[in-house]
């Protein structure tokens, strides 16, 4: 099967986090369980040169991602990719304990995110931010009778290849890595 040119994916079938550290080196994936939502949009400041009663011309900043992601649950070790901080284990099964801990001075690191589409077509789709961070709210939910839901959302900037994004159509799908 050639890939499609109408391509139409449908619901969202997986979302992995991995860490940069600060040497810019990527780290494994870490599952996002329960994605719910992975939202994203291209966006510009622009500013204008005005003179001579009219504009003279249009230069962009830079492009950005502003994205956002829910879940259904969590793991401690996709919370520290997304807010910093450290995870620890302790004790022996059956009685482990896995605590993440949060300090004042813990940074938001970077990371990547992608999700996957399942397509129309019979392959998939990926969408792959390449630097991200959580430039607004992380927020955990319990509540009465429902799951643990968990939502973020920020900004992705270019990586030092200067790559943002990639859309990724595969004619067969093709699990995140």
Not at 41 to 59: H, K, S, T, Y
Not at 138 to 152: A, C, I, K, Q, V
């Amino acid at each position: 099967m050639a890939l499609a040119g109408n391509v139409l994916p449908f619901g969202l079938r997986d979302v992995k986090l991995r860490p940069i550290d600060a040497a810019g080196a990527v780290g494994a994936s870490v599952d996002l369980p329960g994605g719910r939502t992975f939202s994203f949009e291209e966006a510009e400041d622009f500013e204008e040169l005005r003179g001579d009663d009219g504009v003279l011309a249009i230069r962009g900043s830079g492009p950005v991602v502003n994205w956002e992601l829910e879940s259904g649950g969590i793991s401690l070790d996709a919370y520290k990719i997304l807010a910093g901080g450290t995870v620890t284990t302790t004790g022996v099964t059956p009685n482990l304990k896995k605590t993440y801990a949060k300090s004042a001075l813990d940074a938001r690191p970077y990371f990547q995110v992608e999700g996957q589409a399942i397509s129309d077509s019979g392959g998939d789709y990926h969408v792959l931010l390449y630097k991200c961070k959580i430039s607004d709210t992380l927020d955990g939910e319990l509540s009465d009778s429902s799951f643990w839901l968990t939502s973020g959302s920020g900004q992705a900037i270019a990586d030092p290849t200067n790559k943002l994004y990639d859309l990724i159509q595969n004619e067969t799908a093709v699990a995140i890595t």
